[in-house]
């Protein structure tokens, strides 16, 4: 499960898919999902304003700040995606740091971050480190130095996108679909008749982020796929161009009988600027499986409603570091949006 956490998120994380898949990962497909009769998502509390809490705020920074050296490497990864989307004040200095840990996983994450934020300090670094590079880390060095100005690598995605390995191809399809570059297209459009389900989603997200229909179709799809985890990255990766127009897909998940699945919408409806899922993060926060819990922090956080801030103080307490963490996160976000 390592590697496929960083698939999104979107960014898991992705990242689009990050953090995505930490449940719902032992259902096997069996037939398209039935929809049965049209249901009401749990309702939620009206929105009511509120002061951002400064000690809140203080204690946030620091789980995050902690998150960062945390002894778990995919924890430290985890806290990377976080820097990357606040867009810290120090978040160069945090990331330049991290491409120098003893992690593969974790300066992948770093990589990703430093091209996604163009972190120019990092290029040298990122040079010398190609070379020594395992494919996945290579492969997120290269997306870093395109996005930094130095596409004499790029031509190799190419070849990933043929891999024998699924998560390099799945990686492929997530890297071009950050480059945001239409030239893309063609091998995209290959990959979506992967032989892989996690291929094909990946490819269909990058290539909806890039305004192309056939993406647009495949995730639609995928929303009623027996798959509750193809349900899960399909209903994120229809949110991720921030296009409101798929609102009505996305909200259609806030029922789903899988609670990871309904709060991942209840998260992807929050992206796009809908608080209807707040009852199902309101119900996830009080689960005792703590990828729901973590789930439910990332969907107050993408809602950005101020009057989560008790619900979080909570979560920011808990025993399970993803879920600290996640909360550190939301709080945050509801910090810049005040």
């Known amino acids: 499960m390592k590697e496929v956490t960083l698939m999104r998120k979107g960014s898991i994380a992705a990242g689009s898919v990050l953090w ?13 999902k039935d929809l049965g009769p049209s249901k009401l998502p749990p309702p939620g509390p009206p929105a009511v304003a509120m002061a951002i809490d400064p000690n809140l705020k203080a204690r946030a920074q620091s789980q995050l700040e902690a998150a960062v ?12 995606e976080e820097v990357k989307q606040l867009n ?13 840990d003893s992690s593969p996983l974790v300066r992948k994450a770093a990589a ?13 670094q990122l040079n010398q480190s190609l070379d020594s590079a395992g494919l996945s880390e290579r492969m997120a060095i290269i997306f870093a130095l395109h996005r930094l100005g130095d596409t004499s690598h790029s031509h190799e995605f190419e070849r990933t996108a043929q891999d024998g390995d699924l998560h ?14 239409k030239s893309a297209i063609p091998i995209l459009v290959v990959m979506l008749k992967d032989r892989e389900d996690a291929v094909r989603l990946q490819a269909a997200e990058a290539l909806w982020k890039l305004g192309d ?9 995928a929303t009623i796929s027996a798959l509750p985890t193809d349900r899960m990255i399909a209903i994120l990766g229809l949110a991720e161009p921030r296009d409101t127009r798929v609102l009505g897909h996305v909200e259609g ?10 709060l991942v919408a209840a998260r992807a409806a929050g992206m796009l600027g809908s608080d209807h899922g707040y009852g199902v993060a309101l ?6 499986d703590p990828t729901q819990r973590t789930l439910a922090a990332l969907a107050f956080g993408a809602m950005g409603r101020t009057d989560a801030q008790p619900v979080l103080a909570r979560l920011l307490d808990d025993a399970n570091p993803d879920v600290k963490l996640a909360a550190a996160g939301a709080i945050l976000q509801l910090g810049k949006k005040g």
Not at 70 to 80: F, G, K, V
Not at 91 to 98: H, P
Not at 213 to 221: I, N, P
Request: glycine share 8%; aromatic share 4%; proline share 2%.
């Open 112 to 124: 990703l971050a430093a091209g996604e934020l163009q972190v120019r300090d990092a290029a040298i």
């Open 88 to 100: 810290t004040p120090n978040a160069d200095q945090v990331i330049e740091a991290a491409l120098g």
């Open 20 to 32: 995505l898949m930490l449940g719902a990962c032992s259902h096997q497909r069996t037939a398209q």
């Open 69 to 80: 050296h945390w002894p778990d490497e995919i924890i430290r990864a985890h806290a990377l």
């Open 253 to 262: 998940g806030l029922t789903d009988e899988f609670a990871e699945v309904a």
């Open 283 to 288: 119900i996830g926060a009080k689960s005792v």
């Open 213 to 221: 229909q056939r993406g647009f179709d495949a995730l639609v799809e």
């Open 168 to 181: 390099i191809r799945a990686d492929t399809s997530l890297m071009l679909g950050m480059l945001g570059e």
